[in-house]
């Protein structure tokens, strides 16, 4: 369970450019949701994942996971419980080592990262099944610098790194949007079946309207910092595009353009 | 002579190489540029010189140079990752603070008298060497130093934590996504390269028998000039670990500075020629960078 509290988040607090995004905001993702969040740019959806990671400060409210309050709990703690992935193929891996390196470094996210050595090849055929589950080839390219992989590629490795440790909450932003239909296609199956196997509990962020209808339990979407529609269960599932794109117009119209 | 004047620049350029090791590790595994090291290299000469004419053995001054070393850089990584003070700023301010610490330590300029025994002159290595004149002596203790450091760097990058510093100077973001401290891995970077120049430090100390104030002045362009022209000259031989390529940068780069006193370039001049060397590896670098990526 993942419950946000009130959240007030001010950018720039005190300067000229000060800016209020959230104020009084409050969302509680139950166990085992699958959460898509739809919204036009600059409605909040990074900030919120953000609040979630601990990635930015926050200046009232509070975040809790698990019943534990992580409000002042540092980013990088946090994520030993949380996977998360990034819209730019290039954040959630890392060029300068090869494939077989990430992964032994994804391997150790959980252990003390002491003396033993880096990359233990007994581990290298578990690497090999994992990548061959995506079927996009990369288990054949253990040897090869991520830099050198394709986005879709590097974005499939991040993906499956994310997961590849026991973990309850998966943290997704736009993680699709700098792929080719195909492969975004691909990498949006990929993640539902990490999630169903894993009964991970989600939170999406997707520019994908389709994606956000046809996965996830619930699909909220988001304006100027606010919860503009909140639908789950049935009502979820009798949801198709036109209805979201409708309610993204009558927002835009709301606004004067 | 000029066999000595070989013998006497790949010492040189052999104990510099220490130093090099570490700015291999802070500018290009970290991405940090770190001032600290015009500060750690001349605290390594200080407690080395002032040791040694207290009449602790010269291999004792070694752990305690580096250890001093690793200090200035745990500072200067504490000052940047806890303050959040920019990378540069933090070694400045570091290095500040450092010079009047060194002038502190060893009270003003101080020499080692020549019956003190340095590692250099030690029974050990007499023993070693054999009956070698004192400039074969330094250059082989050199050699047996700068070798086993690269080859404990070497290691350490095949460990966890080596990895994991590497992915730190990398993409941090990622570093803390595996849930680990990307401050902390800094921190740990820092003290390990400072550490190193805190040695090269020492070493030089005990090999001109003398700590001056303004020995480190420069050190840290020595050492960026010293990677960079070893990393620019094996770029096409991926397999040469950074680790070699400091160390043969720092030699190269020493002959070129003998070389150029040897045409009778003035000392004064040294630190105008260092820079201009330097801002000309730099722009070579872009040249040839620039070519690539039109290519
Ligand atoms: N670091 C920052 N400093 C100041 N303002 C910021 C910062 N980050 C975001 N904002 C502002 O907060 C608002 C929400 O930004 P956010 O990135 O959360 O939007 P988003 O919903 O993720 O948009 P997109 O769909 O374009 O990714 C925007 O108006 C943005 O200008
Ligand atoms: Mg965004």
């Not at chain 1, 943290?171 to 539902?192: G, R, S, V």
């Not at chain 2, 404990?152 to 401290?181: H, P, Q």
């Not at chain 2, 020493?254 to 260092?274: E, F």
């Amino acid at each position: 369970m993942l419950e946000l509290k009130d959240i007030k988040k001010i950018y720039n607090p005190g300067l000229i450019t000060e800016m209020c995004l959230f104020d009084g905001f409050s969302l509680t993702v139950p166990d085992g949701e699958f959460l898509s969040i739809v919204g036009s740019n600059g409605s909040g959806k990074t900030s919120l994942l953000n609040i979630i990671c601990g990635s930015i400060p926050i200046q009232r409210g509070s975040v809790t996971v698990n019943g534990e309050d992580i409000t002042g709990k540092k980013e990088y703690k946090r994520y030993r419980n949380f996977g998360r992935v990034y819209q730019d193929p290039a954040m959630g891996t890392c060029k300068d080592l090869t494939l077989l390196e990430n992964m032994s470094l994804a391997d150790n996210k959980n252990r003390h990262c002491g003396l033993g050595g880096a990359v233990n090849k007994k581990r290298a055929d578990f690497y090999k099944e994992q990548l061959a589950t995506i079927g996009l080839g990369l288990e054949d390219k253990l040897h090869v610098r991520v830099g050198s992989l394709s986005g879709g590629q590097r974005q499939a490795a991040a993906l499956i790194m994310a997961t590849m440790n026991p973990i309850d909450f998966l943290i997704l932003d736009e993680h699709t949007a700098a792929l080719d239909p195909k492969t975004a296609d691909i990498i949006m199956e990929i993640t539902d079946r990490r999630v169903k196997e894993m009964g991970l509990t989600t939170v999406m962020v997707t520019h994908n309207l389709r994606y956000a209808c046809e996965y996830g339990s619930r699909l909220i979407m988001m304006d100027k910092g606010q919860i503009v529609m909140d639908k789950a269960g049935a009502e979820k599932q009798n949801t198709d595009t036109k209805d979201i794109l409708a309610m993204f117009n009558a927002i835009s119209i709301e606004c004067g353009n | 002579m000029f066999l000595d004047l070989t013998i006497s620049v790949l010492t040189q350029g052999l104990l510099y190489a220490l130093l090099a090791y570490g700015i291999f590790i802070t500018y290009k595994i970290l991405d940090f540029p770190d001032l600290t090291v015009d500060g750690s290299f001349p605290l390594g000469a200080a407690v080395t010189a002032v040791l040694l004419n207290r009449g602790v053995n010269c291999y004792a001054t070694i752990p305690i140079a580096m250890a001093a070393g690793a200090l200035a850089g745990l500072i200067t990584g504490l000052i940047h990752v806890r303050f959040r003070i920019r990378d540069l700023l933090a070694g400045i301010i570091t290095m500040t603070a450092l010079f009047s610490v060194n002038l502190q330590i060893a009270g003003s300029n101080l020499a080692v008298p020549r019956e003190i025994d340095t590692v250099f002159t030690s029974s050990l290595t007499e023993k070693l060497t054999g009956g070698a004149p004192l400039a074969v002596k330094k250059l082989i203790v050199a050699v047996i130093i700068a070798v086993i450091a690269k080859i404990v760097i070497d290691l350490y990058f095949r460990t966890k934590s080596g990895l994991l510093l590497r992915a730190t100077g990398s993409n941090g973001t990622f570093v803390t996504t595996l849930a680990k401290d990307k401050g902390s891995m800094k921190i740990l970077g820092l003290v390990i390269a400072d550490t190193l120049v805190a040695l090269s430090g020492c070493l030089v100390c005990q090999e001109q028998r003398a700590f001056a104030a303004t020995m480190g002045t420069g050190q840290m362009v020595f050492g960026l000039a010293a990677v960079i022209i070893g990393t620019t000259l094996f770029k096409k031989l991926s397999f040469i670990k950074g680790t070699t390529c400091a160390l043969v940068g720092s030699v190269i780069y020493k002959a070129c500075i003998q070389l150029a006193i040897n045409l009778g370039l003035p000392t004064n001049l040294l630190k105008l020629v260092t820079a201009v060397l330097f801002l000309v590896i730099l722009v070579v670098g872009n040249v040839r960078k620039g070519a690539h990526e039109n290519a």
